[in-house]
């Protein structure tokens, strides 16, 4: 990657009107010009359309039709990206200043960085106020880093040719196809070559007609323990545990076998082992957690965490 690295920027939107042009400011008035800005509109009926056209000249490419959803939206700017580094924003986010900058530079000082990660403020629109700020969660393994997935969309940037080569996003996927695509480049890749930097990146507004204040977070957990069996279908799970974390759901579509290369699966499935014998034992069923407890010892799936040893003694006496 030369020293001067092209920012591939999707905006995904559709009826955000209100909140557009903030949008493509945040970009538009980096102190790092070498930006590629692709605009995703899905027929938008408010101002969308007109504000696009205010800064048409500086947008590489922009188009307002019906599509899929956000992800099908991301994945059509995809195609039209050429930048070294990629990475989207919703229409009702922005960056903050010298963001793009402080991504180029840890990327070109950083020369086997796949993937950079900063801060992202998230604040409430009615009055300004800090909900959290935080930075992508990786721990000191990926079983670890995977559960629980701790997200952070806006602030992380990806090597353009990674993100093609897992394929884009999830389209069958509302809510969690960020989460979906993470996992994919860590149970692959691993994150030795994530480069964490302390800049705050991205703002993260939080109103009602946001999907995480408008329509909660049990879609989000839904769709995220989805994913979760469609990677666990994939390692060496036993089948009892298997048949009582089975999830389904019409709509998502599993892009295929996971490439589980740096995920280590004997400690992420104890990690969901664990979870089971503990939901069991909490809700007075201790036979059954006797019982659960017993079977992850003998498939070999017992670790000695504080929370695990405290429940076997306590069931041993069962």
Same mark, same amino acid.
């Given at each position: 990657m030369n020293n001067n690295p092209l920012i591939s920027i999707i905006i995904p939107s559709y009826n955000q009107g209100?909140? !557009? #042009?903030q949008t493509i400011l945040s970009i538009l008035d980096q102190d790092y010009k070498n930006i590629e800005l692709i605009i995703i509109d899905g027929g938008s009926k408010d101002e969308t359309v007109s504000i696009i056209k205010k800064y048409e000249k500086q947008i590489a490419y922009w188009v307002s039709e019906s599509d899929r959803g956000q992800a099908h939206a991301i994945n059509k700017g995809l195609e039209k990206a050429t930048g070294d580094i990629f990475n989207w924003l919703n229409s009702d986010d922005h960056y903050e200043p010298g963001a793009l900058k402080a991504v180029a530079n840890? /990327?070109? +000082? &950083?020369? &086997?960085a796949e993937l950079v990660c900063g801060y992202t403020r998230c604040y409430w629109e009615a009055d300004g106020s800090t909900s959290h700020t935080y930075r992508m969660g990786i721990k000191d393994t990926v079983a670890q880093t995977l559960k @629980?997935? $701790?997200? &952070? +969309? @806006?602030?992380? /940037?990806? =090597?353009? $040719? !990674?993100? =093609?080569?897992?394929?884009?996003v999830n389209e069958s996927l509302r809510y969690v196809f960020d989460s979906e695509f993470w996992c994919r480049y860590t149970c692959k890749y691993g994150t030795q070559n994530v480069v964490k930097?302390?800049?705050l990146l991205a703002q993260f507004r939080l109103h009602e007609a946001s999907k995480s204040i408008g329509e909660g977070f049990d879609g989000f957990n839904e769709e995220l323990a989805i994913l979760y069996?469609?990677?666990? =279908?994939?390692?060496?799970? @036993?089948d009892w545990l298997l048949e009582k974390m089975q999830k389904e759901n019409k709509k998502y579509k599993s892009r295929g076998a996971w490439d589980l290369q740096a995920l280590e699966q004997e400690k992420f499935v104890a990690s969901f082992a664990s979870? /089971?014998? &503990?939901?069991?034992?909490? $809700?007075?069923n201790r036979a059954a957690a006797k019982d659960a407890m017993e079977r992850t010892? #003998? $498939?070999g799936f017992f670790r000695w965490t504080r929370m695990m040893t405290s429940?076997?003694? =306590?069931l041993m006496f069962a």
């Open positions: 209100k909140y !557009i #042009e840890a /990327f070109t +000082q &950083n020369k &086997n @629980p997935v $701790e997200m &952070n +969309q @806006p602030g992380s /940037f990806y =090597k353009t $040719e !990674i993100v =093609k080569k897992i394929g884009g930097i302390d800049n069996y469609d990677i666990l =279908k994939n390692c060496k799970v @036993p979870t /089971f014998v &503990n939901c069991l034992y909490t $809700e007075g010892i #003998e $498939e429940l076997r003694l =306590k």
